[in-house]
C-alpha cells in the first residue's frame, strides 16, 4: 500500500536457539487496514516472528515499530500489554465460565453503557447478535471463533495478530468464516499479520504475502504475483503441484522434447529446470500416430500414455507416462475428463505459463 505509513514495521528481527537463527533478519512493513499473510511451512519461523511482535518471545537482534515509534529495540522494549495489539489463536481460549458478552468485554476498559454498546456492535458485526447471555460450550467452532474475533477487536487494538486460526475448523465453514473475518477486520482498519501454513488462504485473504523458509522471507508481493512469478523452484511448488522438466541451457535456448524454451541468463552447459503446473498442460488427442501441429505458443507436442485419472470434482487428474526419457507428467483439466489407462494422448506446453530456474538435484516438494 503504498504512500500510507506503516502501522506495523519490523528491522532485521533476528531470533536464536542454541546458537541457530530460526527467524533471521525479518523485515515486514504493513499499513492500516492491509492483511499480511506470513507464509511457510511448519518450522519455518513464521510463529515466533509473531510471538516477537506481540511481545511475549524477546528478539536476539532488530527492531519493532508501531506507527513509527519503536516498541521493541535498542532503547525500548515495551511489555505485551502496551503495545495495543491483538490476538487470535487456533484454540480460540474463550473463557468457559464467562458468558459470550463476558467474553467480549473482557479487558475493555470503558465504562458499563461504552462497553455494552462495544459488545453489542461487535457481535452484531460477526453476526452473532443474541449470542450474548450464552455459554462457549452452547457454541459451535465457527460460532467460538467469531466471539474470539469480537473479543480480539473490542479495544480497538492498532494491530491484529493471527496465528492459525481457522486450521481447527470444519472445512465447510471454513471458507464463510475467512470471509466474515476478513470484512470485520477491514472495517476495524486494523493492521493485520495472519500466520499460515496454507496457500489457498493466503491467497483467499492477503493483500500481501510473505513467503518464508528458513528463517527468512524468501519473497514478498500480492497474492498474483508470488503466485505468478515465483522467486525460486521451491516457492512455484509450494502453491501448486508442479512438473518439471529437465534440459541444458545453449545460447539462451534449451532443447526439449516440447520444442525449444527461451532460457537467457543461464550459461552455456547450465542444467535448467523448466517448471509447468498441471493446469497448464494442453491435452490433444491422438490421429493415427501423430499429434496436433506445433504452435508459437505451445511449442511441439510430445506423446504420453495415461497411467492414471482422477476426478477431483471441480476438476480431473490425468498422469502420464512420456514416450521421452520415461519422464511422468501430471495435467489437470475442468469438470470431467477420464481417459483409460493406456489411452496414447499428446500434451503441449504453453510458453508463458512456464518458470525456469537453474537445475536442482534435490527434490522440493514444498517451501
Not at 475467512?178 to 501454513?197: I, N, P, S
Request: some cysteine; overall charge neutral; glycine content about 10%.
Amino acid at each position: 500500500m503504498p504512500n500510507t505509513p506503516a502501522r506495523l514495521e519490523t528491522r532485521s528481527l533476528t531470533r536464536r536457539f542454541g546458537g541457530r537463527a530460526v527467524v533471521d533478519a525479518v523485515s515486514l512493513t504493513i499499513a492500516p487496514g492491509q492483511v499480511t499473510c506470513l507464509l511457510g511451512p511448519s518450522g519455518c519461523g513464521k510463529s515466533t516472528t509473531l510471538r516477537m511482535i506481540a511481545g511475549v518471545e524477546t528478539p536476539d537482534d532488530g527492531q519493532i515499530l508501531i506507527d513509527g515509534a519503536e516498541v521493541f529495540g535498542p532503547v525500548t522494549a515495551l511489555p505485551p500489554e502496551a503495545r495495543g495489539i491483538g490476538l487470535m489463536f487456533q484454540d480460540f481460549a474463550l473463557f468457559p465460565h464467562l458468558t459470550v458478552a463476558q467474553n467480549v468485554g473482557f479487558g475493555l476498559k470503558a465504562d458499563r453503557a461504552a462497553r455494552s454498546a462495544r459488545i453489542g456492535e461487535l457481535l452484531e458485526r460477526v453476526n452473532l447478535s443474541g449470542y450474548g447471555d450464552k455459554h462457549p460450550h452452547q457454541l459451535s467452532g465457527g460460532e467460538q471463533q467469531r466471539v474470539a474475533l469480537a473479543r480480539a477487536l473490542a479495544p480497538r487494538p492498532r494491530i491484529m495478530l493471527m496465528d492459525e486460526p481457522f486450521s481447527g475448523l470444519d472445512n465447510r465453514l471454513r471458507d464463510g468464516i475467512r470471509d466474515t473475518t476478513l470484512e470485520v477486520l477491514k472495517e476495524e482498519g486494523a493492521a493485520v499479520l495472519l500466520v499460515t501454513h496454507e496457500p489457498d488462504e493466503a491467497l483467499r485473504m492477503a493483500d500481501e504475502i510473505a513467503l518464508m523458509r528458513g528463517g527468512r522471507i524468501v519473497q514478498r508481493g500480492s497474492p498474483y504475483h508470488v503466485y505468478n512469478s515465483p522467486a525460486d523452484k521451491a516457492a512455484a511448488a509450494f502453491f501448486s503441484d508442479i512438473n518439471v522438466i529437465r534440459g541444458v541451457s545453449r545460447g539462451a535456448l534449451t532443447e526439449t522434447p516440447f520444442g525449444e524454451f527461451l532460457t537467457p541468463g543461464h550459461a552455456d552447459g547450465a542444467e535448467v529446470d523448466i517448471i509447468i503446473r498441471p493446469q497448464h498442460l494442453k491435452i490433444d488427442f491422438d490421429r493415427a500416430g501423430r499429434g496436433p501441429n506445433p504452435t508459437p505458443m505451445d511449442g511441439t507436442p510430445a506423446r504420453g500414455t495415461v497411467q492414471r485419472a482422477r476426478f477431483l470434482g471441480r476438476e480431473s487428474l490425468v498422469e502420464f507416462a512420456m514416450d521421452f526419457e520415461g519422464a511422468k507428467l501430471t495435467a489437470s483439466v475442468p469438470g470431467v475428463f477420464l481417459p483409460k489407462p493406456g489411452t496414447v494422448l499428446w500434451l503441449m506446453i504453453r510458453r508463458d505459463r512456464c518458470f525456469v530456474f537453474p537445475a536442482q538435484r534435490a527434490s522440493h516438494a514444498s517451501a
